[in-house]
């Protein structure tokens, strides 16, 4: 059974930060492009980044670049680093994996696997 599970999130003030992590189970995706997506109440959910499956590319929504940082290593694991966080940054955020090996992920629809989603509330 493949498993994303998801930790980091938490309440943080305005111009915090903090460390998202998804960690992998059940099959290797070091061969996948992943992602980060988020979710507002009441807002369609949003693309923030992605990672090549080799690391060397990264993908980031212009309201998080230059703020947010996607990384991977080698035991499975992903993450996210938010710095300077808003609080528009407050949202469920999910982390997926690409359904299709060593390609980039374009859309949503592309990934295959999700997570159970980690609660970031920012407060002002």
């Known amino acids: 059974q493949v498993q994303l599970v998801e930790s980091g999130g938490g309440l943080v003030q305005a111009g915090g930060s903090l460390r998202l992590s998804c960690a992998a189970s059940?099959?290797?995706?070091?061969?996948?492009?992943m992602g980060w997506i988020r979710q507002a109440p009441g807002k369609e959910r949003e693309f923030v980044a992605a990672i090549s499956w080799s690391g060397r590319a990264t993908y980031y929504a212009i309201s998080v670049k230059g703020r947010f940082t996607i990384s991977r290593d080698y035991k499975n694991t992903v993450y996210l680093q938010m710095n300077s966080l808003k609080p528009e940054d407050t949202a469920v955020y999910y982390c997926a994996a690409d359904r299709r090996m060593r390609t980039w992920p374009l859309r949503l629809t592309d990934f295959g696997s999700w997570g159970q989603g980690t609660q970031v509330t920012v407060s002002s």
């Open positions: 059940g099959r290797s995706f070091s061969n996948y492009a």
